[in-house]
């Protein structure tokens, strides 16, 4: 079965960079949207960023566009999400997420899989 992890959440200050890794496995994925989302507490999970994999084509959310990047290595099965310039609001945990039901997904309702979350900390 289709499985992702992540990994690569810490503690950080703001200002400083993280780059979080979701290791795929259990199928082909050429054909698949890869997601990044965010959950902060009492928060809703919101889209940050998403690539399809057959291409590399990406898109983010308006919060976190010129400072976050994603990226994939097909050899390794693993989708990067570079954070740059964190801010003490990108506090949250942070999960991957995988779909081939919809063009473009930013819904969390769009996604079929989903990681089990890594956390990041972003101090003032």
């Known amino acids: 079965q289709v499985q992702l992890v992540e990994s690569g959440g810490g503690l950080v200050q703001a200002g400083g960079s993280l780059r979080l890794s979701c290791a795929a496995s259990?199928?082909?994925?050429?054909?698949?949207?890869m997601g990044w989302f965010r959950q902060a507490p009492g928060k809703e999970r919101d889209f940050i960023a998403a690539?399809?994999?057959?291409?590399?084509?990406?898109y983010y959310a308006d919060s976190v566009k010129g400072r976050f990047t994603i990226s994939r290595d097909n050899a390794k099965m693993t989708v990067y999400l570079q954070m740059n310039s964190l801010k003490p609001e990108d506090t949250a945990v942070y999960y991957c997420?995988?779909?081939?039901?919809?063009?473009?997904?930013?819904?969390?309702?769009?996604?079929?899989?989903w990681g089990q979350g890594t956390q990041v900390t972003v101090s003032s």
């Open positions: 997420a995988a779909t081939h039901r919809s063009r473009w997904p930013k819904g969390i309702y769009e996604y079929d899989y």
């Open positions: 259990g199928r082909t994925f050429s054909n698949y949207y």
């Open positions: 690539l399809r994999w057959s291409g590399g084509s990406t």
